[in-house]
Structures are given as C-alpha cells and as structure tokens.
T-cell receptor, first 109, second 112 residues
Framework: GQNIDQPTEMTATEGAIVQINCTYQ??????LFWYQQHAGEAPTFLSY??LDGLEEKGRFSSFLSRSKGYSYLLLKELQMKDSASYLC??????????WGAGTKLIIKP | IAGITQAPTSQILAAGRRMTLRCTQD?????MYWYRQDLGLGLRLIHY???????GKGEVPDGYSVSRANTDDFPLTLASAVPSQTSVYFC???????????FGPGTRLTVL
C-alpha cells in the first residue's frame, strides 16, 4: 500500500529553527508537495520538489531524497504565525496526491 | 468571486437526507477535486475531474457522486447521508492534473 509518514506534533520556540520530516512509500513518484494548514482553514501551497536537493523560499526550505523516500521542511526564524499543521503529499504514478496526516507545529514564545 | 468558493460553510444533516455541496472556481482551471479530511488521517480523494465533462473515482468514492457540466462548477452529492460522512470537505482545483492544487475554504458537515 501507499504510505506517507510524518510526526504527529512538534514544539519549537519563537525565533528558532525546526525541521519537519516526511517519509513515503508510494506507487511511483511524480513530485512531493508541502502545504500549510492553519486550524479551521484550507491547506495552502508552500513548496514542490521533484528533483533531489534543496529548494529555498524565504524562511522556508524543502529537501528531497528520492532514493531514500524522504523529505523535510525547514522553517527558520520561527514566528508565532507559523503555528499550524504542515502536510506532506506525494504525487503517485497516476498523478494522484497521497497525503500524510500532517504535523501540528506548536510555537512557544 | 476570487479563487475557489464552497457552500455551505457548515451544515448539520439528518441521516438519510440528500445533500449537495457546491464548489465554484473562477480561475478557469481544468482539473477539480473533492477531498474529505478527518482527524488523524490525511486528506482523502473522493472524486476528481480532469476536464469539464469527465469525472473519476478517488480513494473513497462510495456514497458520493459528482458532475462537471462546465469548467467552473463541481458539485458533490451525498445521496443518502450516513454518520460516517461527518467530515470537513475541501474542493480543490489545478490548471492541469499535473499542476499545484489550490483549495477552497471547506465545508464542515455533521450527519446525525
């Protein structure tokens, strides 16, 4: 079966750095997405990786290793507004998105 | 209208009733999707449409039906609601099936 694993919850301090990991086992691979979802709101697109390596976008970076079935989202200079759930999703061989359950990130002052 | 809208925002429904969740997008995206989101689970695809006039089944299609008569609208119908269909429903769209998906604000549905 297809499976996306990410930690259920993480806690970090305002101003610090946090890394959210995602491992996947899917039928084929056509890209990996990270979305942010604030409580009670819709998921919003953060990043997309299809080749190995690091993609940087401001305070957020995303890394992919296809051989290891692994990605991480790195958030720097954490702000209170970064408190949200972070969803990892993999596009499989049929171009359908397979979603992880999400990582709830709690930021403390 | 800007982006994707969904209606209603929330609904409480008696079991056995018929319900249609509405989704409209103004981005002229070809592909549209319906997901449900339940606590502790990832988003699960119910149905999708790669272009107007075509639909396909996702991971959890039973008890749901969709239609895509035009580019903008993609309604989701529950023919006879059951309590297990209590969930948050998100509609999404993308320019093509291989592009990034953008989500509507969601509909919170409770079936009693």
């Amino acid at each position: 079966g297809q499976n996306i694993d990410q930690p259920t919850e993480m806690t970090a301090t305002e101003g610090a750095i946090v890394q959210i990991n995602c491992t996947y086992q899917t039928s084929g691979f056509n890209g990996l997405f990270w979305y942010q979802q604030h409580a009670g709101e819709a998921p919003t697109f953060l990043s997309y990786n299809v080749l190995d390596g690091l993609e940087e976008k401001g305070r957020f970076s995303s890394f992919l290793s296809r051989s290891k079935g692994y990605s991480y989202l790195l958030l720097k200079e954490l702000q209170m507004k970064d408190s949200a759930s972070y969803l990892c999703a993999v596009r499989d061989q049929d171009y359908q998105l397979i979603w992880g359950a999400g990582t709830k990130l709690i930021i403390k002052p | 209208i800007a982006g994707i809208t969904q209606a209603p925002t929330s609904q409480i429904l008696a079991a056995g009733r018929r319900m249609t969740l509405r989704c409209t997008q103004d981005m002229r995206h070809n592909a549209m999707y319906w997901y449900r989101q339940d606590l502790g689970l990832g988003l699960r695809l119910i149905h999708y449409s790669n272009t107007a006039g075509t639909t396909g089944k996702g991971e959890v299609p039973d008890g749901y039906s969709v239609s895509r008569a035009n580019t903008d609208d993609f309604p989701l119908t529950l023919a006879s609601a059951v309590p297990s269909q209590t969930s948050v429903y998100f509609c999404a769209s993308s320019d093509t099936p291989t592009d990034t998906q953008y989500f509507g604000p969601g509909t919170r549905l409770t079936v009693l």
